[in-house]
Structures are given as C-alpha cells and as structure tokens.
C-alpha cells in the first residue's frame, strides 16, 4: 500500500548494471544477482552477487555481508557438448540459413575459453532445490542459450550444468515435479513457432535434455517465470502471444507443466495498445500472489513512450475464475 523511497542496490561507476534478480534462502538471508556489462555489449557480462543477513529495516537498503564476482568456468567438455547439443537440435528442425549461421557461431565460440566464460547473466528468480542446492539460471545473447550456476555451499564454490540448447533458449526459469524431475521454461529468441521452450533434469539440473517447444504456451520472445505454488502446482506468467507483448497472463497447471487449464490475464490489450512484459512473480505464505513486470504505454501527446514499474497481487482464485 506504501512504499519507501527508492534506494541504491547496487552500482559499479561508469558501467552498467543490469537484470538483477534475487531470492531469500534457507538461512534467511538475501540475495541480489545481477551483471555488469563492460563494454557496452551483452556479451561483456560479468556476473556478481551480494548477501544480507539484515534486511528489513524499514528505510534505505540492505546491510550486505557479502559481494563476489561469479565466475563462470564451464569446463573443457563445454565446446564439445555444444557441439553435439547443437547437432541434435538442429537434426530435429527444419534448417534455415539462420540456423545454420547461428550454429557455426556457437561452435567457434565454444572453442574460446574467455568468450564462453563472459556474456552470461541472469533474469528470472533462482531455485532453492530441497533447502540444499540453489540453481541461478544464466542465459547468453552470444550463445543464445542457457546454462544453470549451481552451488550447494550457499557461494562458497559453484559448478556449471551442461548447456541447455535450443534456438534461442534463453532466461531460464524452475519448478519440480513431484517425482524429481526438473523443468525449465525459456524464452524462446529462435525461429518459429513462437513458443515456450522447456528442458528436463533428472539429476537436480547437471544435465539437461533436447529443447523442445511446449504444446500450448506462446511466447513472443518475451520474458517469462515459472513457479510451483505451495500446494504444488505449476503457474506460469508469460507474454500468451507469437507476436507482440499487449498480452500478458496468467496460467495454472493441473498436471506439472505438461496442460494448462486455467488462465487470467493482467494486461489484454489489442496490438499497439502496450507492452506489458518481463514478469517476476512470487507466492507469500498466506498464498496470496505478488508480481511485477514492465508497463510501457503507446506515445502520448509528446511523443514519448509512457514506462513504468506495475505492481500487482492477486488470489490463486483469481487467475482460477478465468478472464
């Protein structure tokens, strides 16, 4: 109902700092994840992160214990797994030039061990996995495709899953089923069609299986979070268009991921109406849901785009009632 003044989270002079995410883990404590871009590309990004143990006081930010760089190291194996990640996906698709292109870039940059170490970044909220393992989901716009951080040690040290590879998986996103089985939800940057691209672990998100294309969710190349609900759900919040983000709902799954049978819609306006985008969602323990994203509204009089930061909360109910 009210809010603070804004205050300073993080900010290294001169650079950009970009897409932050943040979680709370078992210990209570806060994380803030984000990049710093170096030289004005994507793929100059160098990922850092910061905890607190002291966080709720009522005005300015944090008091942080910690602030590290994350190194990402993939490993030797990296350009060979993606060059045959690569190969199977591409077998399984109708190829284009783009495709093609797309692929002979990846395999020469695989075989750099700077540029397959700089360029990742974060997006969507990190997964605790079982209160012991915490999975931070990084993407590439070099690449375009996604790879999970992992640590069991709270930041003491990190490891690197295999690649998740796919045309233009990207800004990875988690939830489980209930027989261990990993899901991530991706942005799919790729060719056509337009939709939410998924990959399965079956080992807590070391390894990853082929990208494929979810049989009902569009995705406009647009961000998106999956979630699992308290009572075990799956909901998903995500731009339900193949062109465009003037739409943006809210789905509930009955079965894990695999139908979605209940949707709601925050913003439902026609093409051109907006771009209502770059969701981040989470469920408080009285169940209620809280989300943000991006609300940007056509040109006004002076010709200037309206931007903003909407804050919406809503029932589990709610999104059940339908539109």
Same mark, same amino acid.
């Given at each position: 109902?009210?809010?603070?003044?804004?205050?300073?989270?993080?900010?290294?002079?001169?650079?950009?700092?970009?897409?932050?995410?943040?979680?709370?883990?078992?210990?209570?404590?806060?994380?803030?994840?984000?990049?710093?871009?170096?030289?004005?590309?994507?793929?100059?990004?160098?990922?850092?992160?910061?905890?607190?143990?002291?966080?709720?006081?009522?005005?300015?930010?944090?008091?942080?214990?910690?602030?590290?760089?994350?190194?990402?190291?993939?490993?030797?194996?990296?350009?060979?797994?993606?060059?045959?990640?690569?190969?199977?996906?591409?077998?399984?698709?109708?190829?284009?030039?783009?495709?093609?292109?797309?692929?002979?870039?990846?395999?020469?940059?695989?075989?750099?061990?700077?540029?397959?170490?700089?360029?990742?970044?974060?997006?969507?909220?990190?997964?605790?996995?079982?209160?012991?393992?915490?999975?931070?989901?990084?993407?590439?716009?070099?690449?375009?495709?996604?790879?999970?951080?992992?640590?069991?040690?709270?930041?003491?040290?990190?490891?690197?899953?295999?690649?998740?590879? &796919? *045309?233009?998986?990207?800004? =990875? @996103?988690?939830?489980?089923?209930? !027989? /261990? $089985? +990993?899901?991530?939800?991706?942005?799919?940057?790729?060719?056509?069609?337009?939709?939410?691209?998924?990959?399965?672990?079956?080992?807590?998100?070391?390894?990853?299986?082929?990208?494929?294309?979810?049989?009902?969710?569009?995705?406009?190349?647009?961000?998106?979070?999956?979630?699992?609900?308290?009572?075990?759900?799956?909901?998903?919040?995500?731009?339900?268009?193949?062109?465009?983000?003037?739409?943006?709902?809210?789905?509930?799954?009955?079965?894990?991921?695999?139908?979605?049978?209940?949707?709601?819609?925050?913003?439902?306006?026609?093409?051109? &109406? *907006?771009?209502?985008?770059? =969701? @981040?969602?989470?469920?408080?323990? !009285? /169940? $209620? +849901?809280?989300?943000?994203?991006?609300?940007?509204?056509?040109?006004?009089?002076?010709?200037?785009?309206?931007?903003?930061?909407?804050?919406?909360?809503?029932?589990?109910?709610?999104?059940?009632?339908?539109?």
């Amino acid at each position: 109902r009210t809010w603070s003044k804004p205050f300073l989270m993080a900010d290294t002079p001169e650079f950009p700092d970009t897409n932050c995410c943040m979680i709370i883990d078992p210990q209570d404590r806060l994380w803030l994840l984000w990049p710093t871009i170096q030289a004005n590309l994507w793929e100059s990004a160098l990922m850092k992160y910061k905890i607190s143990s002291s966080y709720t006081q009522k005005e300015g930010p944090p008091e942080w214990d910690t602030e590290k760089v994350l190194h990402v190291k993939p490993g030797d194996a990296f350009a060979d797994v993606v060059k045959k990640k690569t190969a199977s996906y591409l077998n399984s698709q109708e190829l284009t030039p783009g495709m093609i292109e797309w692929a002979h870039d990846n395999f020469r940059q695989a075989e750099d061990k700077l540029t397959r170490r700089l360029g990742w970044f974060t997006r969507a909220h990190p997964y605790i996995l079982d209160n012991e393992r915490m999975l931070v989901g990084l993407y590439s716009d070099g690449f375009s495709f996604s790879m999970v951080a992992i640590t069991d040690d709270w930041g003491q040290s990190w490891q690197f899953s295999e690649p998740i590879v &796919g *045309g233009g998986s990207i800004q =990875p @996103s988690f939830a489980r089923r209930k !027989d /261990g $089985t +990993l899901v991530t939800y991706m942005r799919d940057n790729g060719p056509p069609p337009n939709r939410v691209l998924v990959s399965e672990s079956k080992d807590e998100g070391v390894s990853w299986s082929m990208v494929y294309d979810h049989p009902q969710l569009a995705n406009p190349g647009a961000g998106l979070e999956l979630m699992q609900l308290n009572d075990g759900r799956f909901l998903s919040i995500y731009n339900d268009t193949e062109d465009g983000r003037h739409q943006l709902a809210v789905s509930i799954s009955e079965d894990e991921g695999k139908t979605y049978t209940h949707t709601r819609h925050l913003e439902k306006r026609a093409p051109g &109406g *907006g771009s209502f985008h770059y =969701p @981040s969602i989470i469920q408080a323990r !009285d /169940g $209620t +849901l809280h989300c943000t994203y991006s609300y940007f509204t056509p040109s006004g009089l002076d010709g200037r785009e309206g931007k903003s930061i909407k804050y919406a909360t809503f029932s589990i109910d709610w999104v059940m009632e339908g539109d």
